[in-house]
Structures are given as structure tokens and as C-alpha cells.
């Protein structure tokens, strides 16, 4: 049934958009492989659902190789917002590491949401552009950012990241300052 699914309507220009999104679903909860060429090939298709479909799947296959195509589709699609947002969700499932420059790219974006996600996506990425640019989001006038970097920063432990959380526990108020705290006593130990 896979394999109909995978030939019949995901791979058919023919096939209905609805019929084709629905089977990319499908198969990329089945972890079905053999429709990863397929997918791949569909991040580009001029219909926004079908890319957005696409990347799901992709994500939901679990292959780090499909993680240079979608970047190289989030390049190529700069202006498509909510295929960008879909990308890095993809990325953070995935290893985001061979995608950092990419994510650190989208991290200027208007976009609050796709900025969180970044965030989101940076703390799964070991290096020290990753850590400086999860920083400066403790700064960030969203406080979705600010609370997406706190949770990134958790585990780091590094001086400027302190004096970043004692400068950050002056401006924070409410909600997020409890976060702040805990983050600064996990950097520490005390």
C-alpha cells in the first residue's frame, strides 16, 4: 500500500494536490524510505502545501541526508515564510548542524515565530557561532526569543554567558526571570 501510495499519488502530477499531500503524510509517518527521492524532489513544487508536506515528511523519515536539500531549498525559497518555519521544525528533528549557517541566516528574520525556532533549533548545534548567537537572543525584544535561549542555554557553561544572564536578570520581569535564575544556576552550580 506504501509503494501504491508512493507511485500512484505522491510521484503523480496527475494525482490531486489534497491526494498527494495526504500520501506524503502517510509515508513519512510510515517511515517509508523509498519516498524520500520523491519528497526531496517535491520541496520545490510551485504549491506551498505540497513543499510544507514535503518537509514534514522528510523530517518524519529521520534521514540526514535530506538535510543539504532542505536547506538548499530554504536558500532557494528566502521569501517563503511558512516554508521556512516548516524547514527548521525539519532541521530540529533532523541534526541542524550542516545547516547552521543557514539557520544563523533566518535568525535576523521579522518573523517571531521563525526566529524562536532558530533559537530552538542553534541549541542543537555545538559550536561557538551557535552559543554567541544564543546569547545575543537573551537581548531579543520578542520574549518567545529570549525564552527559546534560555532553554538552549540550559546545559551551556561558558563566563559570557553569565554576565549575559546577570545583565538579563536586571531587565526580566515575570514570567521569564524564574528562567533566567534557573539558567544561571545550572551555568554556575550554585
Not at 110 to 135: F, N, Y
Request: net charge positive; hydrophobic share 50%.
Amino acid at each position: 500500500a506504501l509503494k501504491w501510495l508512493n507511485d500512484k499519488k505522491l510521484d503523480s502530477e496527475r494525482a490531486p494536490l489534497l491526494a498527494r499531500y495526504a500520501a506524503a503524510d502517510v509515508l513519512g509517518r510510515a517511515s517509508y524510505q523509498p519516498a524520500e527521492p520523491v519528497l526531496t524532489g517535491l520541496l520545490l513544487h510551485p504549491a506551498a502545501l505540497l513543499r510544507k508536506a514535503a518537509v514534514r515528511a522528510l523530517a518524519l523519515l529521520g534521514s540526514s541526508s535530506s538535510v543539504e536539500d532542505i536547506t538548499r531549498a530554504s536558500r532557494k525559497l528566502r521569501r517563503d515564510i511558512e516554508f521556512q518555519r516548516e524547514a527548521v521544525r525539519a532541521l530540529i528533528r533532523l541534526d541542524p548542524t550542516a545547516a547552521q549557517e543557514m539557520l544563523l541566516a533566518l535568525g535576523n528574520s521579522q518573523d517571531v515565530s521563525l526566529r524562536t525556532l532558530v533559537i530552538t533549533a542553534l541549541g542543537k548545534v555545538s559550536s561557538e557561532e551557535s552559543l554567541v548567537r544564543r546569547i545575543e537572543a537573551l537581548i531579543d525584544p520578542a520574549w518567545q526569543v529570549r525564552s527559546a535561549a534560555l532553554r538552549s542555554l540550559g546545559k551551556e557553561r561558558d563566563a559570557r554567558l553569565i554576565d549575559a544572564l546577570l545583565d538579563a536578570m536586571e531587565r526580566e520581569k515575570g514570567a521569564l526571570l524564574p528562567q533566567v535564575v534557573a539558567c544561571l544556576i545550572a551555568a554556575t552550580g550554585a
